[in-house]
Structure formats: structure tokens, C-alpha cells
């Protein structure tokens, strides 16, 4: 059997238990999808299609692939609601860190997405495509979160993380209505109450380079009077200070908690230049890339938790020499290990009980 062939096979095995809809042809092309993608390790369509394992004209692939994606009754969520269910039930005895975030893919799609911060990487958990460019506002958050609720195990622990597109006040108020902390990071220039001046005063005024301090109870902006704390602290070697509010006692452990939101930033550009070159993507239409990212997202969430087995089982050192294992990420590991069993006509399954989205 081909190496194509071969793997097409292993997907469609792999895809059967945790995302199974509708006709058999849908997650067939699924399957020829991600295969092909992994191979070529591109998004545009005619370099996808000639890697693919099927006897029919290259063309014809393309235009089965165009198809799957402007089908309207094919739902990532529907597909991949079970995988993000099971990977915050398998973590549901820890403290869960959601990450919201945005990204603009090719000056052309803006993703609003949440994740969840496991192992110095994030996760996709659900996301949406604005309908327009810039940052996103409270009208886009509510109904993200929404469904994000009802992926959570009932008694999960949450604490939200995100930049300071979304260190405002209606963010925060959100948070604490769906019983989460937080952790958000607000602009510099924004406005608190001052009560020992008696005056509003901008956060960036109340900490100097070099220093680390923690404001209790104090009112955020003259718009909204919101009642928060924050951490500040201001490294010597930044041109500004990283300032977080939060609902819980201000510490070192708040700023800590923060810094974990850059774990979305590796996972992005797993799906870019260092993976599948996303940005490349010559789609327009804002649900048919939805649907790309549902393929992508399928492909890398595989690669991280092969890298994840292979590292459990210490067997990083079979692709590189033990000194740099530390210098590859899980997904890269995953995609080393994969392309090599491929060329060597070996196993795809790192080990006989793994499936898709096993982290843990």
C-alpha cells in the first residue's frame, strides 16, 4: 500500500470514534483533506489535491475538496465539539486556563478564538469568523462563551486569560456572571480611581521602571466605575509596563497566570509558517475557511498528542539527538515521527490504545 493511500486509511480509522457525521462521503474527503495537507504541508487546494491517493484527475480532487468546503450542512462544531469535550473532561480535576484571542490570517479572515493553556500550548476549544475587521467587542464574546459553557464539565474551575484587546470592563463583568476569574491585561493609558489623590490618574503613572506592585479595590475607568485589582510591574528592559486585572487577591501568581496566555501564540504558528502555511489560504468566504481551520485544527491536535506519547515514553531520541529534544515542540515531534513511520512503511499509532485528542 502507498504511503498517501496508507495514510488516508490510518485518518479515516482515526476519525470513526470522535467525529462521525452524516454521509460516509463527507468524512471520507475529511480524511483525503487532512492527508493530503500533511503531505504537501500547504492549504491551497491544487497543491492538497496532488498528494492525494485517489484515481481520478487532479482537478477533479481540487474540485471534490471546493465542494466539502462550501457544503453549508458540514458543522465544525457538530465534528469537533466531542474532541474539546473530552480533552476538558480528561482535565477536569484542574484549574482550566481559557485564552481568548484574535487572529488575522492573511489580512482577510479575523478568528476570534478560545483556547485552553495545556502544557506551554494552546488548544482550540471553539472559534468564529467576524464579520468585519478589527478588534472584536462584546457582541462577539457572548455567544462564543455561550457554547464555550456547554463544552466545560459542570464543576469545572476557570480562569480567563486574554491581551488587552479584552482588558475592558464588559469582559471582566462577563467572567465573573459565567463564575470565572480572571486574568486580563489592560491598556496603560486607561483610567482608576485614585483614592488617596482623589483624582483619576492613568495606571501607567502609578508604577516606575523596575518595580512590581498590586492595587487593591480600585474603581477601572470614569465610564464604568468597575470595581478590580490589578498587579503591575515594569521591567527594566521594557518600553512599557504589563499591567493585569484580575478578581482575585493581587500577586506574583497573577502576573504568572497571565504569562500563560502566550501559549496561543506556538499553536498559530504551528498551523503557519513552522506547519501548514494557513496564511497562504487563497479562500474568501469566511465559512469555507472555518472549515479549512477545522481541518487544520483536526491535523495538529493528531501531531501535539503523538508528540505527547513519544515524549511519555521517552522516545523523542528515536528523530533527534537527546540534546535537542528540548528544542522541538510536541507538534513537531509528532510530524517527524509520522513522516518517518510513513517512509519506513511502519505503524502510524504510537501506541495501539491512542486516539485523537488523547493529551493526557
Request: with cysteine; proline share 4%; net charge positive.
Amino acid at each position: 500500500m502507498s504511503s498517501p493511500l496508507k495514510l488516508y486509511h490510518h485518518v479515516m480509522d482515526m476519525l470513526k470514534p470522535v467525529a462521525w457525521q452524516g454521509r460516509k462521503e463527507t468524512m471520507q474527503t475529511l480524511a483525503f483533506l487532512m492527508a493530503g495537507i500533511f503531505q504537501s504541508r500547504d492549504v491551497r487546494l491544487g497543491r492538497i489535491a496532488g498528494k492525494v491517493a485517489l484515481p481520478i484527475k487532479q482537478d477533479s480532487v481540487e474540485q471534490r475538496f471546493r465542494r466539502w468546503l462550501k457544503n453549508p450542512r458540514i458543522d465544525e462544531r457538530v465534528i469537533y465539539d466531542p474532541i474539546a469535550q473530552g480533552l476538558l473532561f480528561s482535565l477536569r480535576h484542574t484549574r482550566l486556563r481559557i485564552q481568548i484571542d484574535r487572529t488575522l490570517i492573511g489580512d482577510r479572515h479575523n478568528v476570534l478564538k478560545v483556547t485552553l493553556f495545556w502544557r506551554k500550548r494552546a488548544i482550540p476549544l471553539t472559534w468564529t469568523m467576524l464579520p468585519h475587521q478589527g478588534c472584536s467587542d462584546y457582541a462577539d464574546w457572548v455567544p462564543l462563551f455561550d457554547h464555550l459553557v456547554s463544552l466545560l464539565p459542570p464543576t469545572a474551575q476557570v480562569v480567563l486569560l486574554g491581551d488587552r484587546e479584552f482588558g475592558t470592563a464588559d469582559m471582566m463583568d462577563l467572567a465573573c456572571w459565567h463564575g470565572w476569574d480572571y486574568c486580563l491585561r489592560v491598556k496603560g493609558d486607561q483610567l482608576i480611581w485614585d483614592e488617596a489623590a482623589q483624582q483619576w490618574r492613568e495606571l501607567r503613572e502609578l508604577i516606575a521602571q523596575g518595580d512590581t506592585c498590586f492595587l487593591q479595590d480600585v474603581f477601572y475607568t470614569k465610564t464604568n466605575h468597575y470595581r478590580t485589582h490589578f498587579a503591575l510591574t515594569f521591567a527594566k528592559t521594557a518600553d512599557e509596563p504589563c499591567i493585569v486585572a484580575t478578581n482575585r487577591t493581587p500577586s506574583q501568581r497573577t502576573l504568572n497566570e497571565y504569562r500563560k496566555r502566550f501559549g496561543c501564540e506556538p499553536f498559530f504558528s504551528d498551523l503557519k509558517s513552522r506547519g501548514f502555511d494557513m496564511a497562504r489560504t487563497q479562500l474568501r468566504h469566511r465559512d469555507r475557511f472555518s472549515r479549512l481551520l477545522l481541518v487544520l485544527v483536526l491535523l495538529a491536535i493528531w501531531l501535539i498528542g503523538i508528540g505527547q506519547q513519544l515524549t511519555m515514553k521517552r522516545r523523542g531520541q528515536e528523530l533527534v539527538r537527546p540534546s535537542q529534544v528540548c528544542r522541538f515542540s510536541l507538534f513537531q515531534i509528532g510530524y517527524r515521527w509520522l513522516e518517518k513511520q510513513l517512509t519506513l512503511a511502519q505503524s502510524l499509532w504510537p501506541h495501539p490504545d491512542y486516539h485523537l485528542g488523547q493529551l493526557i
